[in-house]
């Protein structure tokens, strides 16, 4: 049977899908969910619209060889629904099979397009950590070249742009444009080309220069894949017969925020004129001027190309820019209009808490933040208390794991054992705090299953405790060599390591102890209890060690009677504490009393560590 974890689906649509997907102990990933697999499908300017809301379907395949033979384990639907923002967004829970080699299918009905999409490979692993990032491409299957345009027209010099609207089945290999000073059909018959060895999805543009005064060029765009090579519709145009002009070219602004953006420009063609000054002009409304605008950037003289990052903006506002140049004659030149809208700040988007890790008085929370609403996080962590609803105003603790939108882990310490807590993280920027969803859950407390599997029979109060491991670690051995005072004669709570340790060396120090134990004694066999304890390894806990007469008499008392741990009463457990070269202190637990036992004499053996 295959093993499954639950892994939460969070979906933002758009054309491009990435899964990111964490992985944890196998047991882990069978018992709770590990970690978000995101779906980012973003549309850029494209022919295939979508509506406001529409339904997908996936599949989750299993590959089981190297000819691709697959075996589908998971089909569904989810529903996408557009934001304010404009990208269209699902939540949902899929199952992803452990340590096997899958690829996601995904397919949509859009008007008159089926699209679908495969990712690459994904495999969801046993203590592999590392966050994976898997695309899927929604195609109709056919490679799409449309809109190519001139849009700006020099004498030697213009810019041309087209649109890709599908890659088709593949990644491009190569796109660009073709022109002739007569009909261009093909590749094949050209004049010039200006080509890009890349994949490419959305509007692309090209400056084709060197070319002839008043002249007529034909155009055309196209894209080439590992199976075909598309073209597009054919333009034209006649180039300027004087060379006057100058021709600007403004780029789409990036990097855009609530009250910044940044903003370049280059010359197509500059004629034969000088430049004295050249900038920028912003304003609210369309085709503002150096006269007459919102904002206003001079970038120095000379044809060189020249960049600004705006401030100063509005959030959520619609800009109109353009990039101009003014010669030493007085003559001002504008080049084509972008614009652009500031993002609207809000309150930190989506915030999620997870319970990452529980203990007598500590806890570990994931914080994931979704966005930062347009401001930069100030302030982000957990609060948490005994009632419902904590918050940064009402909480009985709270942590702060400072700035930025990063994922991070919060401590939560100087908890109570045995205790209900109920928590929410947070995230801060100058508008406001956001939430996640309360999660709760409940410390640890004696008698509970500790970080190493075993049974905690000891609490510290503080930060930490003890546990002792379960019925499948219990041993029959001996104590060890029976001639000899090895000095392990703390009796205190906490001296067992101190003892196991002095006990270990002790026998490491003599030849061959475990195939030659009548060294010792003739009765010795050559086990060690506290060798035993102190070499076993359970969770990845590798600190077990033989408890003191102290701790193993709390183990009696808090567990074995409570009827916790299932301790065997008829047959005496033996402690780390020496009593001189021929015996050991031990419990009977049939009693509950502390007895004097022969080193040399087998009896049961349980290891416990401190965390």
């Known amino acids: 049977m295959n093993t499954f974890t639950k892994i939460s689906l969070l979906t933002l649509l758009t054309l491009v899908a990435c899964f990111f997907v964490s992985c944890e102990d196998d047991e882990a990933l069978q018992l709770t969910p590990v970690a978000s697999i995101k779906l980012d499908v973003v549309i850029e300017q494209s022919k295939l619209e979508f509506p406001d809301t529409f339904k997908a379907f996936f599949e989750i395949l299993i590959i089981e060889d190297e000819n691709s033979n697959s075996q589908s384990v998971e089909k569904d639907s989810i529903v996408f629904v557009e934001q304010p923002d404009g990208v269209h967004r699902s939540q949902g829970n899929i199952e992803i099979p452990i340590n096997k080699i899958i690829v996601i299918n995904l397919r949509a009905n859009i008007g008159e397009y089926n699209l679908y999409g495969k990712s690459d490979t994904l495999k969801v692993c046993v203590g592999d950590n590392e966050v994976q990032n898997i695309k899927i491409y929604l195609s109709t299957g056919n490679i799409i070249v449309d809109n190519a345009a001139l849009d700006l027209l020099g004498s030697q010099a213009v810019l041309v742009s087209a649109n890709i609207a599908d890659r088709g089945l593949g990644k491009l290999t190569e796109y660009g444009f073709i022109w002739n000073t007569t009909d261009v059909t093909s590749l094949e018959e050209n004049l010039g080309t200006d080509v890009n060895y890349a994949d490419h999805f959305g509007d692309f543009q090209s400056v084709i220069r060197n070319l002839s005064l008043g002249t007529t060029y034909y155009v055309i765009a196209y894209a080439t894949n590992t199976t075909e090579t598309v073209y597009s519709q054919q333009f ?39 430049v004295l000054r050249k900038g920028f002009v912003w304003a609210t409304y369309t085709n503002p001027d150096i006269d007459t605008n919102e904002g206003l950037r ?67 929370i994931n914080i994931f933040i979704m966005g930062d609403g347009g401001l930069d996080i100030t302030a982000k ?64 407390t004696i008698g509970d299953i500790g970080p190493g599997g075993g049974i905690i029979f000891y609490d510290d109060g503080v930060s930490g405790g003890m546990e002792v491991g379960g019925e499948t670690t219990e041993m029959i051995m001996q104590w060890g060599c029976a001639t000899s005072t090895i000095g392990a004669s703390e009796t205190a709570m906490g001296s067992g390591l101190t003892n196991t340790l002095a006990i270990v060396n002790f026998h490491n120090s003599l030849l061959d102890y475990e195939n030659n134990p009548t060294q010792c004694s003739p009765d010795n066999d050559g086990s060690v209890a506290a060798l035993y304890c102190y070499e076993f390894n359970q969770y990845d806990c590798d600190d077990w060690f033989l408890p003191s007469i102290d701790e193993l008499l709390l183990i009696y008392n808090n567990l074995y009677l409570n009827g916790i741990g299932q301790f065997t009463d008829m047959f005496h457990y033996l402690s ?10 031990a419990v009977s637990f049939m009693e509950g009393l502390e007895t004097e036992d022969a080193k040399d004499i087998e009896f049961l053996v349980r290891p416990v560590r401190k965390f």
Do not use: C, W
């Open 576 to 585: 780390s504490t020496e009593i001189d070269a021929s015996r050991a202190k």
């Open 381 to 444: 962590g957990v609060v948490y208390g005994q009632t419902q609803n904590p918050s940064l105003e009402d909480n009985e603790g709270m942590t702060n794991e400072g700035e930025g939108i990063d994922e991070v882990y919060s401590d939560l310490s100087g908890l109570a054992s045995g205790t209900l807590y109920y928590g929410r993280s947070y995230a801060v920027n100058d508008l406001g705090v956001t939430y996640s969803d309360e999660f709760d859950f409940i410390t640890l």
């Open 298 to 364: 001079f970038k120095g003289s000379g044809v060189n190309d020249f960049s600004e990052s705006l401030s100063g903006l509005s959030g959520g506002t619609l800009y109109y820019l353009r990039s101009f140049a003014e010669t030493v004659e007085g003559d001002v030149f504008y080049s084509n209009e972008i614009s652009f809208t500031t993002i609207l700040p809000t309150p930190p988007e989506m915030v999620e808490g997870f319970v990452d890790e529980v203990s007598l008085h500590t806890a570990k």
């Open 236 to 274: 034209s145009f006649t180039t300027n017969t004087s060379t006057d002009a100058i021709v600007l070219l403004t780029d789409a602004a990036t990097d855009i925020g609530p009250y910044t953006a940044n903003v370049n420009a280059s010359f197509v063609d500059v004629g034969d004129r000088a």
